[in-house]
Structure formats: structure tokens, C-alpha cells
């Protein structure tokens, strides 16, 4: 009779432990924020990083959607997202999209994705294209090349890439199927 007297005691003694460790987990744990979706157009010198980055938070999903636009805004962009646990759905991303793409830690892959690349140029103030200085191209595609190894991308995969990129012509786009996407991007 005292066994059952003690075991209904402590039945009710871990019952009440239980709730109030359940209270006390509502009470002091931090309150959960759903991940965003921010949709990022077009890459803007001085412009796309700053206000992007500042609003990225873990968790969050970028959305490309961006014909391209500022090498160096695009670069800024790429530090910015590695910087963060964040997932990078491609739908459109070319020109300096390309490498958001690219420098993502995690990247998902519409059905119709359309990623393409072509060589760095300079548009003149009347919208006209001006092609790099052999000197200039050796410096961004040099560049965009130490980034990609240092982002784990393998000799082959960076020289294809910049291979690539350096026989499309400015005003033309070379485009990568899903195929070569998936195999270039590997576990990303």
C-alpha cells in the first residue's frame, strides 16, 4: 500500500516536472524568425551588396533573377552571400549572375534555369560596349579564377570556366544547361 502511495507521488512528481520544464522551454527560448525570400535583380556598382547584405540573414532563400550588371558588385555579392547560411535558387542569373552562382555555398536549381557568361566589358556612358585591354581581361578573369579555387572549384573546372567565359564575345552569352551546372556546382 505505502509502494502505491509512493508510486502514484512520483507519477504525479514527474508529471508536474515535465510541464514545467515544457513552460520554462517556451519561456526562455529564443523566439524563431521565418526565413526570407529576397529576390535580387539587377547587380548594381555600390549599390546590390550594401543593401542586400545588410538584410540577409541565415536561413533566408536569395532569389536570382538578374541579367547581370557590376563585376565588382557581383564579387561583393559572392562575399556577402558566403557569409551567410543561405540558399541561392537560381531562375535567371547571367553575366556577373554567373558568379553568385558560382560562389554559393548552397545553390537549388529551377527546371528552366538560364545561367550564361560571356567576357568582362566596360559600357561607355552612351550604352556602347568597350572590350577590356588584353591587361584588363588577364586582371578580372585572373582574379574571378583565385576566387573560384579558393572556393574549392578544382584547376580543370576553373580554367573550363574561364575558358568559357573569355571566348564569348561581350555582346553575346554563352548559356550552361542544367547537366553542366549540376556537374560544375557538384554538392553545393
Known amino acids: 500500500m505505502i509502494n502505491d502511495k509512493i508510486k502514484g507521488w512520483y507519477g504525479v512528481l514527474l508529471y508536474w516536472c515535465f510541464v514545467l520544464t515544457l513552460l520554462l522551454g517556451m519561456v526562455t527560448s529564443p523566439l524563431e524568425a521565418e526565413a526570407k525570400n529576397i529576390t535580387i535583380g539587377l547587380i548594381e556598382r555600390g549599390v546590390t551588396a550594401t543593401n542586400v547584405c545588410e538584410s540577409i540573414k541565415d536561413g533566408d532563400v536569395i532569389t536570382l533573377r538578374t541579367r547581370g550588371g557590376s563585376v565588382s558588385e557581383g564579387h561583393a555579392l559572392v562575399e556577402c552571400v558566403r557569409s551567410k547560411d543561405v540558399i541561392v535558387k537560381v531562375v535567371k542569373a547571367q553575366s556577373a549572375g554567373v558568379f553568385v552562382v558560382l560562389g554559393a555555398k ?27 585591354s588584353a591587361d584588363q581581361l588577364r586582371e578580372s578573369l585572373g582574379s574571378w579564377g583565385v576566387r573560384l579555387r579558393k572556393q574549392g572549384y578544382s584547376k580543370s573546372t576553373v580554367f573550363y570556366l574561364l575558358g568559357i567565359t573569355f571566348l564569348t564575345p561581350p555582346e553575346h552569352m554563352t548559356r550552361f544547361n542544367k547537366e553542366t551546372l549540376v556537374s560544375v556546382l557538384g554538392d553545393r
Open 106 to 132: 548552397k545553390v537549388c536549381l529551377t527546371d528552366n534555369v538560364n545561367v550564361g557568361t560571356h567576357s568582362p566589358y566596360i559600357r561607355r556612358d552612351d550604352g556602347s560596349i568597350r572590350e577590356l
